[in-house]
Each structure stands twice: as C-alpha cells, then as structure tokens.
C-alpha cells in the first residue's frame, strides 16, 4: 500500500473519501491498448494508482506503469477527468472512494513487458475496439476518449445535495498535516478578453472564481457551485484545459492545515448574472 494511502486510511479507516488517481493509456506500435489482469478485483484494468504526495499526474503514470507493467514510459496527451459519483467503488477490504483520476495518454520508450505479480497477474495488448471483459465502466469510458482528438473529457455538472461538508470531519480525523483535496477553477472572459479574478478575504490575493470538490460532485458542478456562492454567477464550464497537482500546488491556509491541491481548470462562460462578491471568501 502506498505510504499516503496508508497514512491516510489509518487515521479516516474505511469511510468514503476522494482519491486522486492517474491511470496510463500505453500504446504499442500497432496502436492496441495495454491492459492488466487485475488480483484485487475481477477484472481487466489499465495501469495506474493513487498520487503520493508531491507527485504530479504524470510522475505517478510513469511510476505506476514501470511498478506494474515494466514498461518505460512517456506521457503524451491528457485523456480527460473521471471524478463523477458514477464510478465509486468499494474495495475488497471495505475501503470506499470517490476517484479522481486523470487518464493520459502514454507511449513506450523502453522496458520489458511483465505482469508484477502483485497487482496483476497479466499484462497484454488488446485492439481498441475489442477490449478484454470484464472491464469496468470508467476504462471503457476512456477508450472512448481516447479514440476521441477533440479536448479533453470531463464529466457534466453534479452538485452534491449534502448539507454538511466532509471536509471538517477529514480534518478532525487528520489534523493540519498535508493532505491532497481536489478542487476547480474557471477561466472567465469577458467580449473584451478579460479575465474575471476575485478578491479573496483570507489571503488577500486575487484569484481564480474556485473552490474545494465535495463528496458527491464533480469538479464541473464545484466549479458551478462555487461560482454562485462567491459570485453569484451562474455558469456553464465549456472545455477542461488542464489538471495540476504535485510540490507547486502545496498551500498552508492561515489556520495551519495543509494540502496538496488536485486542481482541475476549466474554460466556463456566464450563462445569468453580473459578478456580486460574497463579502465572505471573495
């Protein structure tokens, strides 16, 4: 298990919690898919694991697909975003997850193809368009965004109905220490191209309309959510520019906690509304 993991669920145990994940789409040269024969769960998946603190998204898809596959590695393209409450899972010990995980697109570079042994028993090159079975619903999801040259996927706006954040019961349960909490952020222009930037009242730098992803969300629908709380906007995410993560986005907020930001960008444009601070955070 990795260290962040294991240092994690020892202190929140099983209950849900988001979990940033890269998961590695390796080509060969005649453009199959590489796929791994999984021993936790019954199925075929593709490479990939959990961020450990002060990795970026492609430091841990290389790092996962040399461990698990043997296989030198080079990212190429973002895939897209898959964070949606539809591909929860539970694992076989108990522990649930709401991912995160951020799928890119790879090519060899060196290395010998071999199955680990621990988290797979097999590893084999199969044609997009005739994957192994069974395959979970968020890798088909992939191929399909693979096969797909436009931007990038992410998933359509969910905005959790809970009342109650599950952030301070994280917090409760891991003090200030560091830890990675996934957020959104939108590009806002204006006709004349300028950018819409809020006042925030804690650090008193400006900023990005963003916030931090709940339990239940997508980053879409934090992103949406956030705008309307702080600004009163109402607005419509249109392309995912980018995803960031890793030693740049650490931050200690002046109460003493610690993070790791997972932090999704995105184009978004107002559908309602004339920018109106919260006179709380903005």
Not at 225 to 251: C, D
Request: aromatic fraction near 10%.
């Amino acid at each position: 298990m990795p260290d962040y993991i294991r240092w994690l669920r020892g202190r929140i145990g099983p209950r849900k919690t988001i979990l940033a994940y890269a998961t590695a789409l390796i080509r060969d040269a005649d453009g199959r898919l590489l796929f791994q024969r999984r021993t936790d769960f019954d199925w075929w998946g593709l490479p990939g694991g959990i961020v450990e603190l002060g990795e970026t998204f492609r430091d841990c898809a290389v790092r996962e697909a040399e461990e698990e596959t043997g296989l030198h590695v080079e990212p190429q393209r973002l895939i897209g975003v898959y964070a949606s409450p539809e591909w929860d899972f539970q694992y076989p010990t108990g522990d649930e997850v709401q991912q995160f995980t951020v799928a890119i697109e790879c090519r060899v570079i060196g290395g010998q193809l071999q199955a680990d042994g621990h988290e797979s028993t097999l590893s084999q090159f199969f044609p997009l368009n005739d994957p192994p079975t069974p395959c979970p619903p968020w890798y088909t999801a992939m191929i399909r965004d693979l096969k797909n040259k436009s931007h990038p996927y992410f998933d359509p706006p969910i905005i959790t109905s809970a009342t109650d954040s599950f952030l301070w019961p994280l917090r409760e349960a891991v003090g200030a220490g560091r830890i990675i909490l996934m957020s959104a952020g939108a590009v806002i222009q204006d006709t004349q191209g300028r950018v819409l930037l809020g006042l925030r009242s804690d650090t008193h730098t400006w900023g990005l309309p963003a916030g931090l992803m709940e339990l239940g969300e997508t980053p879409a629908g934090t992103l949406v959510r956030e705008a309307y709380e702080e600004l009163q906007l109402r607005i419509r995410p249109t392309q995912l520019v980018g995803v960031f993560t890793g030693p740049r986005m650490f931050h200690t907020y002046p109460d003493g906690n610690q993070v790791q930001l997972a932090a999704t960008l995105f184009r978004a444009e107002i559908v309602e509304g004339t920018p109106i601070p919260d006179g709380t955070e903005t």
